[in-house]
């Protein structure tokens, strides 16, 4: 076998929101992307000046009949691009997650290898930050479609499963439950979990339904006293990067895959860096006035382009996960 056969290059879809000035959303995940090599086509779900972090913006939202001829008439049938990934974050209606399923799903009839990475934007800290409609639409979506990674934060998973997670029992029933639901997720992350009282980390876990052990891993993560806007899209796009190997143009070529919990722990002291830095960039601000009387400072943008070295690494050092024991006393 010859491996000095040439690698493609590796090409995703990302379809989230856009803003012009800050960083969540499409801008959050294409820059890093593109840094680390891979060829990201950007379909914004909405234009907007600003997030909504910030006291005001404006801008609209595309119509989901022009999302879905720009996916189905122009890149699927017009250009048949042969894509690696498909990465799916906010979208604002239910009839945008109907024609995007529907669409993916023809993708994969050609292109057999192609990963949708789904992150199910629905709410956070306990409240929706989408329409009651979306939670049965995702449902649905969920159980009816082969997904290659989904990204729920705890209330995402809690809305999803209908199980309150506040101990390491709970989370192992709450994936036990979500299998159950949606059998067709192979690997699932879930992030920003609390379970205790300890306020100086916080714990991601995840589990893949590929193995046969079904294991379920965690991670205990140093907590930044801060309020980051565009952190959860920047880990998706970077937990895609070390997740989905490269392809070689010749078939036989053999995978780099590694484990969803050896990527995902490279993925968090990636994410961990980039917001330590930004935290630390921003600190001028903080101490000079602005959130100068919160408890938790909001820095409404995270600092990507400074931290463009840390996107270039070749080894990424990785924090140490542990296994959820089969049986939580």
Same mark, same amino acid.
């Given at each position: 076998?010859? /491996?000095?056969s040439p690698?493609k290059?590796?090409?995703v879809?990302?379809?989230q929101?856009? +803003? *012009?000035?800050g960083y969540?959303g499409n801008k959050a995940?294409?820059f890093p992307?593109?840094?680390r090599?891979?060829?990201?086509?950007v379909?914004n779900?909405?234009?907007?000046?600003?997030?909504?972090?910030?006291?005001?913006?404006?801008?609209y939202k595309?119509d989901?009949k022009?999302l879905q001829?720009i996916v189905?008439?122009?890149?699927? =049938?017009?250009l048949?691009?042969?894509y =690696?990934a498909v990465l799916t974050?906010?979208?604002?209606?239910? %009839?945008n997650?109907q024609n995007l399923?529907? *669409?993916?799903n023809?993708?994969?009839?050609t292109?057999?290898?192609?990963k949708?990475?789904l992150?199910?934007?629905l709410? =956070?800290?306990?409240?929706?930050?989408?329409?009651g =409609?979306? +939670?049965?639409?995702?449902?649905?979506l969920l159980r %009816?479609?082969?997904i /290659?990674?989904v990204t729920p934060n705890?209330?995402e998973?809690?809305t999803?499963t %209908?199980i309150t997670?506040s101990s390491?029992?709970?989370l192992?029933?709450?994936?036990?439950?979500?299998h159950r639901?949606?059998?067709k997720t %192979?690997r699932i992350?879930?992030t920003?979990?609390?379970?205790?009282?300890?306020?100086?980390?916080?714990?991601?876990?995840c589990c893949d339904?590929?193995n046969?052990?079904d294991?379920?891993?965690f991670?205990e +993560?140093?907590?930044?006293?801060?309020?980051f806007?565009g952190?959860?899209?920047?880990f998706a796009?970077?937990?895609?990067?070390i997740?989905?190997?490269?392809?070689?143009?010749?078939?036989?070529?053999p995978?780099?895959h590694?484990?969803?919990?050896e990527?995902?722990?490279?993925?968090?002291?990636?994410?961990?860096?980039v917001l330590?830095r930004?935290f630390?960039?921003a600190r001028p601000?903080l101490v000079?006035g602005?959130?100068?009387?919160?408890?938790?400072?909001?820095i409404k943008?995270?600092?990507?382009?400074?931290c463009r070295?840390?996107?270039?690494l070749?080894?990424?050092p990785s924090?140490t996960?542990?296994? +959820?024991p089969?049986?939580?006393?």
């Open positions: 076998m010859d /491996y000095t690698i290059c590796r090409k879809l990302s379809i929101s856009h +803003v *012009i000035h969540v995940a294409t992307l593109q840094y090599g891979w060829d990201v086509d379909l779900t909405v234009q907007f000046s600003n997030h909504p972090g910030y006291e005001t913006f404006t801008g595309y989901p022009t001829d189905e008439n122009g890149l699927v =049938d017009s048949h691009i042969d =690696d974050g906010y979208l604002p209606s239910v %009839e997650l399923a529907h *669409i993916i023809k993708m994969k009839e292109n057999k290898h192609l949708w990475i992150d199910p934007v709410g =956070d800290n306990g409240r929706l930050y989408v329409s =409609d979306n +939670v049965p639409a995702y449902k649905t %009816e479609n082969t /290659y990674l705890q209330f998973m809690e999803l %209908e997670i390491l029992e709970t192992r029933r709450s994936f036990q439950e979500y639901l949606y059998p %192979e992350v879930v920003s979990l609390e379970l205790n009282s300890d306020d100086s980390t916080y714990i991601v876990a339904t590929t046969k052990d294991d379920i891993w991670f +993560v140093p907590k930044i006293k801060a309020h806007n952190s959860g899209d920047l796009a970077l937990l895609l990067d997740l989905v190997p490269s392809r070689s143009l010749e078939v036989n070529y995978s780099n590694i484990p969803l919990h990527a995902l722990g490279q993925t968090l002291w990636l994410v961990n860096e330590e930004t630390e960039l601000l000079n602005e959130n100068v009387d919160q408890e938790i400072p909001k943008d995270l600092r990507l382009i400074q070295a840390l996107f270039a070749d080894c990424i924090l996960p542990t296994r +959820v089969s049986t939580v006393v």
